[in-house]
């Protein structure tokens, strides 16, 4: 990397790059402003830009000893005492050179601001420059710690986002075998039986996964969808179950121009039928709400819990792969505020509540 430059990678476009031509502009602004303000104080323009051609080559030398080579030797490696020593090393060089081509190319009296007419190195002379020159040193290198902080927060801030990123599509991504898994046994089990319903379940199935490989993609879908992609699902329970199952699914307020993670609610619903339907014998009841309320929606989910054994069944059904999932999604994907998940068991039934902001 360029002493005058900062590269930025490649997913930290927002932030400005820093190069030759910025430092030449900051400089050069600094200059005019520095000849101007002297310049009326000396009320001699030409003093005062002569001072400070011979000063900012100084300043210039030791703003970059210090921001590209004092600190990263000896400040970031905590050699406090080493680093204190150069700079004031630096600072007398410094104001040796300043002095001797103040004296010889522009004036005798070198500090015509001072208390006192001075042809020679005196202490009050020396503590004033060096002053001087740490409050110049000073200043650029606050604006070079604040770009390299910027410029830091941008690139920990994209990976963080990338790593988020990867992680919300690689949860999503197991929803997908598992679900299929899931249903592919069904279907085994329905073959072994020659049942009749196989080829719709089939045609279902890969209406579903058509869903599953180009639909979800985006990190938001819409709620429509999501909600036609669970009665697509509920239909090919449908067929397996026949008469042993009843599903009571109720949607109410408006659930046009909404937008949810895909694939979210589906687990809930497959977690149903997976600990639930697929357990019980006899009539099965699983019921369905979705309400839209201004910009959140409620979902729930019941189901029952099959009796035996019924503690080990209820820990498979709170630990089991697609709720462990949703829940990851859910931290990783929204802010806390944003939703409200409660998971719980009432009268043997298995309840999901899920309270989630749409956008």
């Known amino acids: 990397m360029s002493v005058f430059s900062y590269k930025t990678t490649a997913n930290s476009s ?42 900012f080559p100084i300043h210039m030398t030791l703003c970059y000893l210090n921001i590209y080579i004092f600190m990263p030797l000896f400040v970031f490696k905590r050699k406090y005492l080493s680093y204190i ?39 009050n002379y020396s503590v004033d420059m060096m002053i001087g020159e740490l409050y110049v040193i000073t200043f650029v290198t606050a604006i070079k710690i604040t770009m390299d902080w910027l410029k830091e927060h941008k690139r920990v801030t994209d990976l963080e986002k990338a790593q988020l990123e990867t ?20 279907i085994y089990s329905l073959s072994l039986e020659n049942s009749k319903k196989t080829p719709k379940i089939i045609l279902r199935l890969s209406e579903l996964m058509r869903y599953f490989l180009y639909e979800t993609k985006k990190s938001k879908q819409s709620l429509e969808k999501e909600i036609l992609c669970i009665q697509n699902y509920l239909d090919l329970e449908r067929i397996r179950f026949d008469e042993q199952l009843e599903i009571n699914m109720n949607i109410s307020g408006n659930i046009k121009n909404k937008k949810i993670a895909p694939m979210l609610l589906l687990s809930f619903i497959e977690n149903a039928f997976k600990h639930g339907a697929n357990k019980n014998i006899g009539k099965i009841k699983i019921d369905i709400d979705f309400t839209v309320e201004k910009d959140f929606l409620y979902f729930k989910i019941s189901n029952p819990i099959p009796a035996m054994p019924y503690i080990k069944q209820k820990e498979s059904i709170t630990k089991g792969i697609g709720l462990i999932n949703v829940k990851k999604r859910l931290a990783l994907g929204y802010n806390k505020e944003e939703y409200e998940l409660k998971i719980n068991e009432n009268n043997k039934l298995f309840v999901v509540n899920l309270k989630i902001k749409l956008r």
Do not use: C
């Open 167 to 186: 992680e919300l599509l690689f949860l999503r991504s197991q929803i997908s075998p598992h679900f299929f898994f899931n249903t592919l046994n069904n």
């Open 14 to 55: 927002q932030v400005q790059e820093i190069s030759l031509k910025h430092h030449v502009i900051f400089w050069s602004i600094y200059f005019i402003f520095n000849t101007l303000r002297w310049g009326s104080y000396f009320d001699d323009y030409a003093y005062s830009i002569k001072t400070n051609l011979i000063g």
């Open 85 to 123: 020593g150069l700079l004031l090393s630096a600072l007398f060089v410094m104001l040796l050179v300043k002095f001797n081509l103040t004296y010889y190319l522009v004036s005798e009296n070198v500090w015509p601001e001072g208390t006192e007419v001075i042809s020679k190195l005196t202490f």
